[in-house]
């Protein structure tokens, strides 16, 4: 079955920096957009970054300068680099990846998946 797995959440101050990691397992034949998104307490989930499986990169305008999102297609992972950050950065941080999946060439199946998310925590 397809994972996805998240990592590097935690506390940090304004100003600070964390790295967060999505790492893909299953039996994947190819992703196609992966991306990260957020919600806070109270709020709706929003798009922070996505990545198209060429690179091609896009950001909500909120984190747009000071976040990075970027992939490795060969270890299928997806990170996102996130400096500067600020309080209202609090939330859980999900990865999603669109991508095929199966057992067999011949029946293969092309789904979205979530991860369970990570907390990213800003205190001021």
């Known amino acids: 079955q397809v994972q996805l797995v998240e990592s590097g959440g935690g506390l940090v101050q304004a100003g600070g920096s964390l790295s967060l990691s999505c790492a893909a397992s299953?039996?994947?034949?190819?992703?196609?957009?992966m991306g990260w998104y957020r919600q806070a307490p109270g709020k709706q989930r929003e798009l922070v970054a996505t990545?198209?499986?060429?690179?091609?990169?896009n950001y909500a305008d909120s984190v747009k300068g000071r976040f990075t999102i970027s992939r490795d297609n060969a270890k299928k992972m997806a990170y996102l680099q996130m400096n500067n950050l600020k309080p209202e950065d609090t939330a859980v941080y999900y990865c999603n990846a669109d991508l095929s999946s199966g057992s067999a060439l011949l029946d293969l199946r092309r789904s979205e998946y979530w991860g369970r998310g990570t907390q990213v925590t800003v205190s001021s």
């Open positions: 299953g039996n994947i034949f190819l992703i196609y957009d």
């Open positions: 990545i198209t499986r060429g690179g091609v990169t």
